[in-house]
């Protein structure tokens, strides 16, 4: 009886994946980084640059005095921390894109944003799968940004240059081995 249970137990093992990683594809969750990373820095340019949020202790010093320290409301950690609740929300506007030069897939940005722009791409590239697709794109957004949430939030709030490449290649691995695009999302 033993011997038939270490058996079928060396099975489950031998057709279970090895790394959760090997089960992503690839297009959709380095999309879909990307897509939070340009989604993020249109939230961050709509906000005033005036505005300024104290943070501190809000202690009072034995001479009671108070360390109270302003830094711009864009890209402190309680701003970037509510952007990032709400971000996965647009990856509606999204659709998966296939370039008609290079027949490489990825998912873009078809609808325009707010405040008048009316710039709209041609739709004939774009396949519209319905419901479907833009639920993986978000289910893939949420895992992102679950999984990335402390990286992303030090990029932005540091302003560092070259986000994508940083969170999507360096540090989480989604886009390891795709060609960069010339254009962003």
Known sequence: MVPWIIQ?????????????????????YCSACKAVVSELNYSISQVDPKKTINIGSFRLNPDGSMID???????????????????????SDYALYSDPNTQEKHYQRFAPRGNGDKTFPDFKNFKFDGPEASGALKFACESVVEELEDDII???????????DKLCNQISDYCKGVKPRSEEL
């Open 8 to 28: 079928i137990g060396l099975l489950a093992l031998s057709v279970l994946p090895r790394d959760s990683q090997g089960m992503k594809d690839q297009v959709l």
């Open 69 to 91: 320290k302003k830094v711009p409301l864009a890209r402190s950690e309680a701003h970037l921390s509510e952007l990032l609740e709400r971000v996965c929300d647009s990856m």
């Open 154 to 164: 030090t990029l932005f709030a540091e302003d560092a240059d070259h986000v994508v």
